[in-house]
T-cell receptor, first 117, second 113 residues
């Protein structure tokens, strides 16, 4: 149980274009979803937290207008990288949690490798 | 604020060796503590967790004990295998609206045959 999928698993795009990454909880209702960016040497940076039906809460230093997060349903959150540039190339990972017992545990998607040319 | 400090890697071991990856934390109150594992090219997976002092989390031969007095949650395994090669993340989570997590920087483990 508690499976999270991400799509696409990898994407290559041209500089200036926008890319959308989907994160789905397949067998549970995700009250909260998190988006991370993973840098070389494995460091994991929390970008934002989103609750279903409300605006995402962004971490300090993360541009809201550049990284658009939508959490429209209890099973789907999307991250759109707008006007992508080479410095946005990274591994993006989402995670999800549910309410109630076990709400402190996150279930991660497999990640999306974004390469901006 | 909350923080998690884990030992720098990479940790390189021979198969069947004993593993310890140190993790200490700073947090107010009583957080839940976790170890997540990331295999090459994949997302993170929950390895084990402990929710209160003196609890021991265990899974796949790995163990970690929640030590409040030393604010530690060290990961151990008695005999590692090549398939354990991965990056291990120590983390804590506290109730604060959405259980915002705090991760350590990760420790890479390389196990040689």
């Amino acid at each position: 149980g508690a499976v999270v999928s991400q799509h696409p698993s990898w994407v290559i795009c041209k500089s200036g274009t926008s890319v959308k990454i989907e994160c789905r909880s397949l067998d549970f209702q995700a009250t909260t979803m998190f988006w991370y960016r993973q840098f070389p040497k494995q460091s994991l940076m929390l970008m934002a937290t989103s609750n279903e039906g409300s605006k995402a809460t962004y971490e300090q230093g993360v541009e809201k207008d550049k990284f658009l997060i939508n959490h429209a349903s209890l099973t789907l959150s999307t991250l759109t990288v707008t006007s992508a540039h080479p410095e946005d190339s990274s591994f993006y990972i989402c995670s999800a949690s549910f309410s109630g017992e076990g709400a402190d545990t996150q279930y991660f998607g497999p990640g999306t490798r974004l390469t901006v040319l | 604020g909350n923080s998690v400090t884990q030992m720098e890697g990479p940790v390189t071991l021979s198969e069947e060796a004993f593993l310890t990856i140190n993790c200490t934390y700073t947090a107010t109150g009583y957080p839940s503590l976790f170890w997540y594992v990331q295999y090459p090219g994949e997302g993170l997976q929950l390895l084990l967790k402990a929710t209160k002092a003196d609890d021991k989390g265990s899974n796949k031969g790995f163990e970690a004990t929640y030590r409040k007095e030393t604010t530690s949650f060290h990961l151990e395994k008695g005999s590692v295998q090549v398939s354990d090669s991965a990056v291990y993340f120590c983390a804590l989570s506290r109730a604060g609206g959405s259980y915002i997590p705090t991760f350590g920087r990760g420790t890479s483990l390389i196990v040689h045959p």
